[in-house]
């Protein structure tokens, strides 16, 4: 049971859900037989192995009809991060050295990175600006485009301010030009369709700890006929591509994750659009000198991040966790390296607000009554940070 604080009419309350998700019962009802009686290695033809390669074998199944994959395309990984990597340098290692990628500057670090290393090895990189809203143009992935270019990733959701980005048309500019593109989907999957074909792209992550399934596992799609390396060396797992026996309890729960939002996420996603306005509109109107980023209407059905003026981000989420809120400055994976967002930056926020983003990532769990509280414990905490604040007492002047 979860812990309640004192003085909280709903206990704690959880709005990060970008960060990770809640294990849903149902999936850990489906990988406890993995955990007790089916802990045998894959790779094994006795009946210990064939009963967990078929666990394996189902999982892959229900991940690709969530998708809209074919099973060969379903390659599991570790992490959504190793999923960025396997397919940045994955593709970089298949193609040959000294050529070009066009990504962002507000993916993931994880594809940051990747794309850092492999300018590092001499490939040229290319990072296309963003408009205030976090959204790159298709005009200018095809102005980028060089008969160099070999891969494009852009992700498919912002994951600390939620815009949608324009990934199928950017997909169909990239083929135009026989160029291969990548999406990082992992902050879109459960709020909006995620369908491989429809979105054109050649390869996509997804991570299982943002869909209500275990830590430690991830997915990366690779079209059939995508011309990529091997990510790990030494065996015959996932088809000769990612060596090394599977995490078939992180599989199964992914798999079973998957199998429940095909069935779910648009009820979901329409419930959790509800709070998420209605948590809008009670921060917006209750507090001044505060910022919402993102698309307006183009933005998934679960994150509000706003930018507060005139006091400092760190004070403010320990205070709200102090009242019990959890929520989160922007990317799980950046936090604590104190530099001011990448998105943020990236998106024109003017240094005033800059250094205190907040984001609330709601989940289908989140209710009504927590949304209220929310709004009253967040209204309370910025004015007593304000109070002591010299930015807010001499603004004016």
């Known amino acids: 049971m979860p812990n309640r604080s004192k003085g909280s009419p709903v206990g704690r309350i959880y709005l990060d859900n970008n960060s990770t998700t809640s294990i849903d019962p149902r999936v850990a009802a489906a990988i406890e037989p993995y955990i007790r009686e089916a802990y045998g290695n894959p790779s094994n033809l006795h009946s210990y192995g064939r009963e967990c ?10 991940v690709a009809a969530f998708i809209g994959a074919d099973v060969e395309e379903v390659f599991f990984t570790g992490s959504g991060t190793e999923s960025d990597n396997w397919a940045v340098k994955g593709v970089a290692c298949a193609v040959g050295p000294g050529k070009h990628i ?17 300018g590092e090895l001499g490939w040229k990189v290319s990072l296309l600006l963003v408009d205030g809203y976090g959204r790159v143009d298709p005009e ?10 070999a891969l494009v990733s852009v992700m498919l959701v912002n994951n600390e301010i939620g815009t949608i980005e324009p990934v199928r048309k950017i997909a169909a500019i990239c083929h135009e030009r026989g160029v291969l593109c990548h999406t990082d989907a992992v902050a879109a999957v459960g709020k909006i369709e995620v369908a491989v074909d429809d979105l054109g792209v050649d390869l996509l992550t997804i991570s299982g700890h943002k869909l209500h399934a275990p830590k430690g596992i991830g997915v990366l799609y690779v079209r059939r006929g995508t011309e990529i390396h ?3 060396h030494g065996g015959h797992q996932e088809r000769g591509m990612r060596a090394g026996t599977e995490n078939v309890i992180g599989a199964v729960g992914m798999g079973k994750a998957c199998e429940l939002l095909r069935n779910e996420w648009r009820e979901d996603a329409a419930r959790m659009k509800q709070l998420r306005d209605r948590l809008e509109r009670g921060i ?16 998934v059905c679960n994150v509000l991040h706003v930018t507060v003026g005139y ?10 966790d102090l009242e019990g ?5 922007g990317s799980a994976c950046s936090a604590g390296e104190g530099d001011a967002s990448a998105t943020v930056e990236a998106i024109g926020i003017s240094p005033l607000f ?42 004016s002047g």
């Open 140 to 149: 200018a992935v095809r102005r980028a485009l060089t008969d160099s270019t």
């Open 102 to 118: 066009v990504t962002s500057p507000i993916e993931h670090g994880a594809v940051l990175g990747a794309c850092r290393y492999m």
């Open 311 to 320: 006091i400092e981000g760190e004070a403010l989420l320990l205070s709200l």
């Open 354 to 395: 800059r250094n205190s983003p907040v984001r609330f990532s709601l989940g289908r769990d989140t209710t009504e009554e927590e949304i209220d509280r929310t709004i009253d414990v967040f209204e309370q905490v910025v004015g007593r940070l304000r109070d002591i604040s010299p930015l807010w007492t001499n603004r």
């Open 230 to 232: 091997p990510f790990i």
């Open 325 to 329: 809120v959890a929520v989160a400055s």
């Open 53 to 62: 390669a078929e666990g394996l074998a189902e999982a892959r199944e229900q």
């Open 284 to 299: 917006v109107e209750r507090i001044a000198e505060i910022q919402v980023s993102g698309h307006p209407e183009n933005r």
